[in-house]
């Protein structure tokens, strides 16, 4: 390809089939012939994938993976500074998305290079939309720590988050996981565990966390995505006057105005600002009567 000089050139993020190949966005075959850098993950499975495609490279190969992507970012970026197209894939699903791509679109944005993407396959969304959980809002925690302690840890992070989860999994390691989450989230959460999505041998299993985690235990194999529903909403927290007067008390301390104070603890609290001020009022001239009620506000 020939490029004018003096000009930058174009970092095209590219999905790619998690599974059924047939799945591959039309434009991915245009940029894998066309681009003057294809960057990938695994340079065997793009062999694979071009085969697959009947499609043929005519730029240079490189590989572009966890171990060497911090290495290889300048590289790349050079080539994009001097007016190269440099089409980036991973193995499965978008760049970026727990896989390498993020190092080389920061570097590119810094150097006001131009970043696109040809949309593709996402595990992440294929699973949500099968789950049968609500999609109206969700987030996507990725892998979890390998470690039993750290991922119980951030299992307790989320513990409260009322968004539908997705979460990456390996299948060795699939049926602690599930047992930590039925621990941390309660076994009765529900959760569908999502196996070779698009593949041949596709499989998704739903139900409560904790009979998720006993299917597991006997073995699980492929890919994995699992996506677990968001805590309940328990609604407006039931707090008595005296802890909304402690809760007035903390934020005048902390420069707060009493308007101000009442305000923003009723709102917190899913209460009429009248009531809270009325519990400030009544502790206030508890503290007049005498020393026995000289816990509230003075």
Request: aromatic fraction near 4%.
């Amino acid at each position: 390809m020939t490029h004018v000089t003096g000009t930058t050139g174009t970092l095209v993020l590219a999905g790619t089939p998690i599974g059924d190949v047939a799945d591959a966005p039309p434009r991915l075959a245009a940029e894998l012939e066309t681009a003057d850098v294809v960057a990938a993950e695994d340079t065997r499975r793009l062999r694979r994938l071009t085969q697959a495609l009947g499609v043929h490279t005519t730029g240079r190969v490189v590989s572009y993976f966890e171990g060497n992507e911090s290495a290889r970012t300048p590289e790349l970026v050079e080539a994009l500074s001097g007016g190269a197209r440099v089409l980036l894939v991973t193995d499965a699903g978008m760049p970026s998305v727990s896989d390498p791509g993020y190092r080389l679109v920061a570097a590119a944005v810094e150097r006001d290079i131009k970043v696109t993407a040809v949309p593709g396959p996402s595990a992440v969304l294929t699973a949500l939309a099968l789950s049968a959980l609500p999609v109206d809002r969700f987030c996507f925690e990725g892998f979890l720590p390998r470690k039993a302690g750290e991922r119980l840890g951030r299992l307790r992070e989320v513990a409260d988050e009322r968004r539908t989860m997705v979460f990456f999994e390996a299948p060795h390691r699939l049926d602690d996981t599930l047992a930590a989450m039925a621990e941390v989230f309660g076994a009765d959460r529900r959760a569908a565990v999502c196996r070779e999505l698009t593949k041949t041998y596709e499989e998704v299993k739903r139900g409560p966390l904790g009979e998720l985690a006993v299917w597991a235990a006997e073995g699980v194999r492929g890919e994995i995505t699992v996506v677990v529903e968001g805590a309940a909403d328990s609604g407006p927290e039931e707090l008595d006057a005296a802890e909304l007067v402690r809760r007035v008390q903390v934020r005048e301390e902390a420069g707060e105005r009493r308007k101000e104070a009442i305000a923003a603890v009723a709102a917190d609290a899913g209460l009429p600002k009248r009531e809270v001020f009325d519990a400030v009022v009544a502790a206030k001239n508890a503290a007049r009567t005498g020393p026995a009620e000289g816990k509230g506000l003075s």
